[in-house]
């Protein structure tokens, strides 16, 4: 498929990308230096929170929110993780961390009208931020990679550049 025909948009300067198509997978290196409670690697959590797909820390563990929480593995500050998650199906996840592999069944109903998919954050809803580092984020739709995004830093700035759409 041609990746133009995938749903995207420019909102605030970045550009997003809906969840609309299974499966959907995300990979990502990330540091978390800080220690609030709840930090969130991704999200696409708009206005309805039983309808979006958030991963991140909540507390010492991992954690996923569809709606309900599932902790899937401790973590510590201070430390790089590789990530990879994918939701086969609306109910089909699985998460591996470091090369360990979580599954479990949760609905996840992320097709609300407004659900891209934020880095750093919960989504457009901007809550629980992440305090630490993401590193290469690589972001599949139906086994088609639609964003490749490395960090990049231009006049002391720091970005993330997708590969993908230049």
């Not at 090369?99 to 891209?116: H, M, R, V």
């Amino acid at each position: 498929r041609d990746l133009h025909s995938f749903p995207t948009r420019r909102s605030s300067d970045l550009l997003v990308i809906y969840i609309t198509e299974y499966p959907i997978k995300v990979e990502a290196q990330v540091y978390f230096s800080g220690s609030d409670n709840e930090q969130d690697i991704f999200g696409n959590y708009g206005t309805n929170s039983s309808k979006c797909l958030i991963l991140g820390k909540y507390g010492s563990n991992f954690h996923m929110w569809t709606g309900s929480r599932w902790t899937s593995a401790s973590l510590s500050t201070n430390t790089w993780y590789q990530v990879s998650f994918e939701s086969k199906t609306i109910v089909a996840n699985e998460l591996i961390i470091n090369g360990t592999t979580y599954t479990k069944s949760l609905s996840i109903s992320a097709t609300e009208a407004d659900s891209s998919i934020y880095l750093f954050c919960t989504g457009s809803a901007r809550t629980s931020f992440l305090t630490g580092r993401i590193g290469q984020v690589n972001i599949y739709q139906n086994k088609i990679l639609v964003r490749d995004f490395i960090p990049v830093v231009k006049d002391g700035v720091g970005y993330m550049y997708d590969k993908v759409s230049k």
